[in-house]
């Protein structure tokens, strides 16, 4: 399994902007599909963003437009930079990595969003 740790959480205004990192155990990130999730108090974990091997991109439909996810190979590295950041926002951030039927979780960190 591949061992994620994610940074760059914290408390920011509405309006703001964080980005999120998580760095990878892995020596060869590229090969796997790398996604964003966040839950939200009392609310079920969602996908807010993913990224393939081939570099394809999908998005939660409210981050659209507001949030990038990227990889950093070269650092065994993927980012989320959120800008524009809602209220809504806010929510424990996970990273995950998955190979075939290998998944992995990161320990999460903690966006919050102040209006």
């Known amino acids: 399994q591949v061992q994620l740790v994610e940074s760059g959480g914290g408390l920011v205004q509405a309006g703001g902007s964080l980005r999120l990192s998580c760095a990878a155990s892995?020596?060869?990130?590229?090969?796997?599909?790398m996604d964003w999730y966040r839950q939200a108090p009392g609310k079920q974990r969602e996908l807010v963003a993913g990224?393939?091997?081939?570099?394809?991109?999908n998005y939660l439909e409210s981050v659209k437009g507001r949030f990038t996810i990227s990889r950093d190979s070269a650092k065994n590295t993927v980012y989320l930079q959120m800008n524009s950041l809602k209220p809504e926002d806010t929510g424990i951030y996970y990273c995950?990595?998955?190979?075939?039927?290998?998944?992995?979780w990161g320990q999460g960190t903690q966006v919050t969003v102040s209006s």
């Open positions: 892995a020596r060869f990130l590229g090969i796997y599909v």
């Open positions: 990224l393939t091997s081939g570099g394809s991109t």
């Open positions: 995950h990595a998955a190979l075939g039927k290998s998944s992995s």
